[in-house]
Nanobody
Framework: VQLVESGGALVQPGGSLRLSCTAS????????MTWARQAPGEGLEWLGH???????YYPDSVQGRFTISRDNSKNTVYLQMSSLKPEDTAKYYC????????????????????WGKGTQVTVSS
């Protein structure tokens, strides 16, 4: 299993960015996929997941600003982010699968079997 995130960049506050996570080594279309992020010194903040049927779920903290989508023909899941704020600065990760519940908005690495190496997003003027 391999997950490769891309699309991270330096972006100004209020800007938008789309991250991609390209998967290989498993039946992508049969798997839910999760996005999370980690700022320095912080835990892994759950940003949402998308099920194999395309239904997606988000925490209130990013609802309306972040959208997860998938293209099964490309084995890729996307995270579209808008109205970016400096506090969105973090390393962004995708993971295979989804958890049934998220406590306090954070997840643990070992709740998921596979993670990508992440892509850095910096929001700054």
């Amino acid at each position: 299993v391999q997950l490769v995130e891309s699309g991270g960049a330096l972006v100004q506050p209020g800007g938008s960015l789309r991250l991609s996570c390209t998967a290989s080594g498993f039946a992508f279309s049969d798997s839910a996929m999760t996005w999370a992020r980690q700022a320095p010194g912080e835990g892994l903040e759950w940003l949402g997941h998308i099920n194999r049927d395309g239904s997606a779920y988000y925490p209130d903290s990013v609802q309306g600003r972040f959208t997860i989508s998938r293209d099964n023909s490309k084995n890729t899941v996307y995270l579209q982010m808008s109205s970016l704020k400096p506090e969105d600065t973090a390393k962004y990760y995708c993971a295979k699968g989804a958890v049934d519940s998220v406590v306090g908005g954070f997840v643990l690495r070992d709740e998921y079997e596979h993670w990508g190496k992440g892509t850095q997003v910096t929001v700054s003027s």
